[in-house]
């Protein structure tokens, strides 16, 4: 009889081991798809900051609070409604890009090799196969050069004085050829 409720009890033990193992990979997966969230939130919120860039000068964010309070206008944009935590590891600050003293992405420092390997979006090609999580980078990509070719991470900000580079042309872009061209 002892023997039998010694059996039960290593069953019921492995039992709920099994089951925490099970809530703990489903947590970590949550948080995965939470990282690929807020992740692009940032991505989004850097590159409208450098879209939004007052008379045609871009320039990119220096510190995260550029992002909620954008104060190159007369009135303060926000690019992202807040600031977000790594959900991989709350208590951590996120991992920062830079080109020069310019904030072009973020990624998060978590140790521990993600479950996601495939079905990333077309902006998340590169973390197919990814052994760690801070090999999740995620870097604004901007058009440069004339071959039009994106290069994540690569494309410097411009310095003072000098053109920006070239972007998809807005819809609002003056056609050179409009019977409007001299009108005021």
């Known amino acids: 009889m002892l023997i039998g409720v010694l059996i039960v009890l290593a ?6 081991v099994q089951t925490g193992q099970r809530l ?51 009135e303060t944009r926000r690019h992202i409604r807040k600031l ?13 890009v830079r080109q020069g003293n310019a904030l072009i992405g973020v990624y998060s420092k978590a140790s521990g090799m993600p479950f996601r390997q495939t079905g990333f979006s077309s902006l998340q090609k590169g973390f197919e196969d990814a052994q760690t999580y801070d090999a999740w980078r995620f870097v604004v990509s901007v058009r440069t050069g004339s071959s039009g ?5 690569i494309s410097p900000p411009p310095s003072r004085g000098a053109p920006p580079p070239p972007f998809p042309a807005s819809p609002f872009t003056p056609n050179p050829s409009s019977p409007l061209k001299g009108a005021k």
């Open 24 to 74: 703990i990979d489903a947590r970590q997966r949550a948080n995965e798809e939470e990282l690929l969230f807020v992740g692009e939130q940032y991505r989004e919120a850097i590159q409208s900051y450098w879209r939004a860039s007052p008379r045609g000068v871009h320039s990119w964010p220096v510190q995260f609070d550029d992002l909620i309070e954008d104060r190159r206008f007369p």
């Open 149 to 153: 070719a994106s290069r994540p991470g």
């Open 84 to 96: 977000f935590a790594d959900p991989m590891s709350p208590q951590t600050p996120w991992g920062v």
């Open 11 to 16: 069953l019921a033990a492995l039992g709920a």
